[in-house]
């Protein structure tokens, strides 16, 4: 993560609103929630609750992830989505451009994941230490010697898909932490959270929110 943090001034991009849910699409470059000290204060969590006051916290996206990201209206909501999350009860699907052809059609990542303690926050494989991480993929087509993928993550571990993409020797183009050279030279991380279904607290009526990626 670069040194200094310029968050970008986009107005709020809100997806869906009702009683339970507060669905917005967060721009890469912002911080889900507050950082450490005052100049990390800007955050999508203060930005939201500035417009909508009793939007409570239910997940997180990384700092330079774009895409999908869901607020509960009602501490009752808060509960109920947390519990989905927990439970893999939600479905997420990513759009990334990772460096180089991916070979195969489809594919699952499976490899244990832990922090990378001298190094936190970076993470690393590790078969002895590491929870289990597992992501499905599949290649939607080929530009300019990089490929654009799906990515299904079935576990929520930190940092999943990039370090899956970049252990199977594909990292996702401009990610300051984990892509070397030229992989590295791009204006953005290029991965969006594009769609997350799960269940409405109250009726639990299944429903599906969509952004489309700007990359």
């Not at 470059?29 to 409570?56: I, Y």
């Not at 594909?170 to 953005?188: S, T, V």
Request: hydrophobic fraction near 35%; glycine fraction near 6%; aromatic fraction near 6%.
């Amino acid at each position: 993560m670069s040194e200094t943090y310029d968050p970008p001034n986009k107005p709020l991009d809100v997806l869906h609103e009702d009683s339970q849910l507060l669905v917005v699409n967060k721009p890469s470059g912002l911080l889900s929630v507050p950082g450490r000290g005052e100049h990390l204060a800007d955050c999508l969590l203060t930005r939201v609750q500035a417009a909508f006051p009793q939007a409570l916290l239910v997940h997180r996206l990384d700092r330079d992830t774009s895409g999908v990201m869901v607020f509960a209206q009602t501490p009752h909501a808060q509960r109920h989505l947390g519990l989905q999350f927990e439970k893999r009860q939600t479905r997420k699907t990513y759009i990334a451009r990772v460096w180089g052809r991916v070979a195969e059609r489809t594919g699952t990542v499976d490899l244990p994941l832990i922090v990378d303690w001298p190094n936190r926050p970076l993470q690393k494989v590790c078969h002895d230490t590491g929870k289990p991480a597992v992501t499905d993929w599949r290649v939607v087509r080929y530009e300019d010697g990089t490929t654009r993928i799906r990515l299904f993550p079935q576990t929520g571990r930190s940092h999943q898909l990039r370090v899956h993409m970049q252990a199977v020797g594909h990292p996702i183009l401009g990610d300051p932490f984990y892509a070397e050279g030229a992989a590295r030279n791009f204006p953005r991380l290029m991965l969006h959270s594009e769609e997350l279904r799960l269940k409405n607290p109250e009726g639990g009526i299944a429903m599906r929110f969509r952004a489309t990626a700007d990359f």
